[in-house]
């Protein structure tokens, strides 16, 4: 990826959290963290196409595209992704 | 297609194709949700069809509601001023009325035509507004995400609809249905 590839890539995701940001001061609690999840998976497709290949992100992004609509219809069990996506993440830190 | 079918079949898609949509498909969509009801028949509806990649990706970074990689995006916009106008402090409210009862003609069209769709509501509407070069009295109230649907549907999922339904008047907790 070119560096003006990278930017713009890096560019609609700022303009992703900072909507987010001005739209969550009015949406239900729950989707701070949809939402944090989400560009979590958003900053892991960048990183991927910059060529920064990781089984842990990857692993991790799988995880967040198959749980986080959780949010709609269960939320104990959405807590309960995000503790296991901590726990995943959390496991190759050192 | 069954109407009734359709109703309840239709889920929010949030995954698609990248196989673009008919020009002709996507009027029709436009004219399903200019046909649903108005209040006072003030009609002050306005739909911007969005079918350009460039300004879809930009719409998709202004709403963290929308997902995948839609091919289209339909905005349902509200001309505030002509709401207000005709119904005084009841345009605001009137107008959203109305764009809902659009946006689920939409859905329902859509969802015939096998064409996925999802609304967003969470977007920013004068950053979008601004995008589509909206005048300022006009406001884009609500936004359908369109593609080919990529995977299985959504599940669709509800509260039982005993809990929710009342006959003749207000049933008390505990107290049987009938
Ligand atoms: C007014 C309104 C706004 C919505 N906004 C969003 C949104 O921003 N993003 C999204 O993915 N879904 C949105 N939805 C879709 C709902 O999440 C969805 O309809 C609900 O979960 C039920 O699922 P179903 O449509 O598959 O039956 C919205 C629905 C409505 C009625």
Same mark, same amino acid.
């Given at each position: 990826?070119?560096?003006?590839?990278?930017?713009?890539?890096?560019?609609?995701?700022?303009?992703?959290?900072?909507?987010?940001?001005?739209?969550?001061?009015?949406?239900p609690p729950m989707y701070g963290p949809f939402r944090l999840v989400d560009a979590s998976s958003r900053l892991i497709d960048i990183l991927e196409r910059q060529g920064v290949d990781d089984g842990t992100l990857t692993e991790a992004r799988a995880?967040? *595209?198959?749980?986080?609509? =959780? &949010? %709609?219809?269960?939320?104990?069990?959405? +807590? *309960?992704?995000?503790?296991? =996506? &901590? %726990?995943?993440?959390?496991?190759?830190? +050192? | 297609?069954?109407?009734?079918?359709?109703?309840?079949?239709?889920?929010?898609?949030?995954?698609?194709?990248?196989?673009?949509?008919?020009?002709?498909?996507?009027?029709?969509?436009?004219?399903?949700?200019?046909?649903?009801?108005?209040?006072?028949?003030?009609?002050?509806?306005?739909?911007?069809?969005?079918?350009?990649?460039?300004?879809?990706?930009?719409?998709?970074?202004?709403?963290?509601?929308?997902?995948?990689?839609?091919?289209?995006?339909?905005?349902?916009?509200?001309?505030?001023?002509?709401?207000?106008?005709?119904?005084?402090?009841?345009?605001?409210?009137?107008?959203?009325?109305?764009?809902?009862?659009?946006?689920?003609?939409?859905?329902?069209?859509?969802?015939?035509?096998?064409?996925?769709?999802?609304?967003?509501?969470?977007?920013?509407?004068?950053?979008?507004?601004?995008?589509?070069?909206?005048?300022?009295?006009v406001v884009p109230e609500l936004l359908v995400a369109l593609g080919y649907p990529q995977g299985n549907l959504g599940q669709g999922i509800r509260p039982p609809l005993e809990d929710l339904s009342h006959n003749e008047r207000w049933r008390q907790?505990?107290?049987?249905?009938?």
């Amino acid at each position: 990826m070119s560096s003006a590839d990278l930017r713009g890539e890096a560019h609609k995701l700022l303009c992703y959290m900072a909507t987010s940001a001005r739209n969550l001061v009015g949406e239900p609690p729950m989707y701070g963290p949809f939402r944090l999840v989400d560009a979590s998976s958003r900053l892991i497709d960048i990183l991927e196409r910059q060529g920064v290949d990781d089984g842990t992100l990857t692993e991790a992004r799988a995880l967040i *595209e198959e749980k986080k609509y =959780l &949010v %709609m219809n269960d939320e104990d069990a959405f +807590v *309960e992704f995000l503790d296991d =996506l &901590v %726990m995943l993440l959390a496991r190759s830190l +050192v | 297609m069954d109407l009734f079918e359709a109703i309840m079949e239709r889920r929010s898609v949030r995954s698609y194709q990248g196989r673009p949509i008919p020009v002709g498909d996507l009027e029709r969509l436009v004219k399903a949700a200019h046909w649903a009801p108005s209040a006072g028949n003030i009609n002050p509806r306005h739909f911007v069809t969005v079918t350009e990649p460039k300004i879809v990706e930009a719409i998709k970074a202004l709403s963290p509601g929308m997902f995948g990689g839609p091919v289209a995006v339909i905005v349902l916009c509200s001309d505030r001023a002509k709401a207000e106008k005709r119904a005084s402090s009841n345009g605001y409210i009137y107008s959203i009325m109305d764009v809902s009862m659009s946006a689920q003609n939409l859905l329902l069209a859509a969802h015939a035509l096998g064409i996925g769709a999802c609304v967003v509501r969470s977007f920013h509407a004068k950053a979008v507004g601004s995008l589509l070069g909206c005048p300022e009295h006009v406001v884009p109230e609500l936004l359908v995400a369109l593609g080919y649907p990529q995977g299985n549907l959504g599940q669709g999922i509800r509260p039982p609809l005993e809990d929710l339904s009342h006959n003749e008047r207000w049933r008390q907790e505990g107290s049987s249905h009938e």
